[in-house]
Every structure is written in C-alpha cells, then in structure tokens.
C-alpha cells in the first residue's frame, strides 16, 4: 500500500530564516506530486506540483521553491522566511496513468515563522 | 476557477440530514470529496466522474450534474464522527490531475 511521509510535523522558525520541508512518498512509482499551504481557518492553496523529477510547476509567485530530485520526493524551501509563510503545509500524491487523479495527503507540517 | 461551495457552515444534531453543495463555472471532468477533521490532514471521500454513477458508502453518497457543473454530498443519520470541513475539488481534465478546492464547509454534529 502507498504512504507518504512528511517532516518535520512542527516548525517555529524565525522571520528572515531558509525553510526546508521534505516530502516522500512509498508503494507507488512516478506519482503526481502536490504542495499546498492553508492558513488557520482558510482553504487549501496550490502552491506547486510536479509531473516527474526535475518538473515543477508553480501556481502562486512567491518566496518559496520546490524540487523534486527523486521520483518520490518533493522538496519545499525558502531562502527567507516571512510572517506570512506561517501555515500548515500539506504534500499529496495522486496516481498517473488513471483518469481520476483522486488525491492523498500527507499528515502535514505546521509552520509558525516568528 | 475556484468552485463555490455552500453551505459555509452547518450544525447538526445527531441523526440529522445535511447537503454541502459544490458548484463551478467551468466545464467538470470529476468532482471529489474530501473531509479534514481539525488539526489533521485531509482524506478522501470519493470522487464522482463525468458520465458516472452516484457514488456512496455508508450513509455519505453524493451526486454530480454535468451540465450545471455541480455536485452534492449527502451525509444521512449524521454521527458525531461526520464533525469537520468538507472540500469538494474540481478536476477540469487539463492540466493533469490538478484540482480547484472549494473554501469548505464547517460540518458540526452535535450529541
């Protein structure tokens, strides 16, 4: 069966500070790669998704980047943090090769930039 | 692009019915569910396919109206575990497998 992993669960981090959070997936080989933020009370936003290693897609221009240097981890980073980076970020997964692209998440990463 | 969904919020007593509609502007290849429940990652429901059938399990099924691009989920007999934020995400068929989200709605059960 599939998992996907993320780390670190918690993260205070000051203002001005890099960010690096790690994704990793199992039991599925090129899966569709996804990074959303939601702040406290809001709704999920597409940061970045990736369709293979080295492809990435950005959605919203902002101070964060993302990687994928495996075929089953993505990579979300920052040179410099802003107050307004703090959220709960959310990695998931969806399958190739099917129509229906149905999404998995991963248990998230909750970030507050201090 | 975003679909809209309403209710914005719902407050159920136990046993109660409840619809959260999820409406879009664009033409719809699928609709899917998702229930996050407070401090925790999302899970998926069950995602309803263009020139599919109504898909359920449990007392949670939903439906989805290709010419007026809209769905609904029915959550029937509601139990206390029902309690959290639904999003309905859209997939146009264009850009491979990425989905709008709706804002939510606040699902709220009460004993």
């Known amino acids: 069966s599939q998992t996907i992993h993320q780390w670190p669960a918690t993260l205070v981090q000051p203002v001005g500070s890099p960010l690096s959070l790690e994704c990793t997936v199992e039991?599925?080989?090129?899966?569709?790669l996804y990074w959303y933020r939601q702040a406290a009370g809001r709704g999920l936003q597409l940061l970045f998704y990736?369709?293979?290693?080295?492809?990435i897609s950005s959605e919203v221009p902002q101070n964060l980047s993302a990687s994928r240097p495996q075929d089953r981890q993505f990579i979300l980073s920052s040179k410099k943090l802003l107050l307004s980076d703090s959220g709960f970020y959310l990695c998931?997964?969806?399958?190739?090769?099917?129509?229906?692209?149905?999404?998995?998440f991963g248990p998230g990463t909750r970030l507050t930039v201090t | 692009q975003q679909p809209v969904q309403s209710p914005q919020a719902v407050i159920l007593r136990e046993g109660e019915d409840a619809v959260i509609n999820c409406s879009s502007s664009k033409a719809l290849y699928s609709v899917h569910w998702y229930r996050q429940k407070h401090g925790e990652a999302p899970v998926f429901l069950m995602i309803?396919?263009?020139?599919?059938e109504q898909k359920g399990h449990d007392k949670i099924s939903a439906s989805f109206n290709e010419k007026k691009q809209q769905s609904s989920l029915y959550l029937t007999a509601s139990q206390l575990s029902y309690s959290g934020t639904y999003f309905c995400?859209?997939?146009?068929?264009?850009?491979?497998?990425?989905?709008?989200f709706g804002r939510g709605t606040q699902l709220t059960v009460w004993p």
């Open positions: 039991g599925t080989s090129n899966p569709n």
């Open positions: 990736s369709v293979g290693i080295g492809q």
């Open positions: 995400g859209t997939y146009r068929g264009s850009t491979l497998g990425r989905l709008y």
């Open positions: 998931a997964w969806s399958g190739t090769g099917t129509i229906s692209y149905e999404q998995y």
């Open positions: 309803l396919l263009k020139g599919g």
